[in-house]
């Protein structure tokens, strides 16, 4: 029988690649550091020294894309579109579990501090709203993001 590389399949413990494959997530914007996450900053700094010795601290993304307060919605909703310009809309729907692990991974590394990622398969594309943190307050962002047509 024939091997479609669209439909998901296994040989042994090897997954089959789907295609088209999603892009690689893009190195995400580099801006100096945030003077609103100032406090957060230093109590994870504190904890992760005192902690050192005994075990791994991990928090939130505060080096990396957009401050939480002044995420740039059209270049998040630009580059999301990338990876479901790919896909039709059925595609969408049959990989749902890959491509939302995909949206958010690049979410968490674009945006600092994300406090909820909400990404939502709808009729014709994808809702992605975003609700993010710093020492002033909270922000919550919204987009749709849209797969080509059949």
Same mark, same amino acid.
Request: glycine content about 8%.
């Given at each position: 029988?024939?091997?479609?590389?669209?439909?998901?399949?296994? @040989?042994?413990?090897?997954?089959?690649?789907? &295609?088209? %494959?999603?892009? %690689?997530?893009? *190195?995400?914007? @580099?801006?100096? *550091?945030?003077?609103? @996450?100032?406090?957060?900053?230093?109590?994870?700094?504190?904890?992760?020294?005192?902690?050192?010795?005994?075990?791994?601290? #991990?928090? %939130?993304?505060?080096?990396?894309?957009? =401050?939480?307060?002044?995420?740039?919605?059209?270049? !998040?909703?630009? /580059?999301? #579109? +990338?990876?479901?310009?790919?896909?039709?809309? #059925?595609?969408?729907?049959?990989?749902?579990?890959?491509?939302?692990? $995909?949206?958010?991974? &690049? !979410?968490?590394? $674009?945006?600092?501090?994300? +406090?909820?990622?909400?990404? /939502?398969? @709808?009729?014709?594309?994808?809702?992605?709203?975003?609700?993010?943190?710093?020492?002033?307050? =909270?922000? +919550? =962002?919204? &987009?749709?993001? &849209?797969?080509?047509? %059949?």
């Amino acid at each position: 029988m024939p091997h479609n590389p669209t439909t998901p399949g296994s @040989q042994g413990n090897n997954p089959v690649a789907q &295609f088209p %494959p999603l892009p %690689p997530i893009p *190195p995400p914007p @580099q801006r100096p *550091p945030d003077e609103r @996450q100032a406090k957060a900053s230093q109590i994870i700094g504190g904890l992760a020294g005192a902690l050192e010795t005994e075990m791994r601290v #991990a928090g %939130p993304n505060l080096a990396t894309g957009y =401050y939480a307060s002044s995420a740039d919605l059209g270049r !998040l909703q630009a /580059e999301l #579109a +990338k990876g479901v310009a790919r896909l039709t809309v #059925a595609q969408v729907e049959e990989r749902w579990d890959e491509l939302s692990s $995909w949206m958010h991974r &690049f !979410l968490r590394s $674009w945006v600092q501090r994300c +406090k909820v990622v909400t990404i /939502e398969r @709808q009729e014709l594309g994808v809702r992605i709203e975003i609700e993010t943190q710093d020492d002033h307050g =909270y922000y +919550k =962002y919204g &987009f749709d993001v &849209f797969p080509r047509k %059949p």
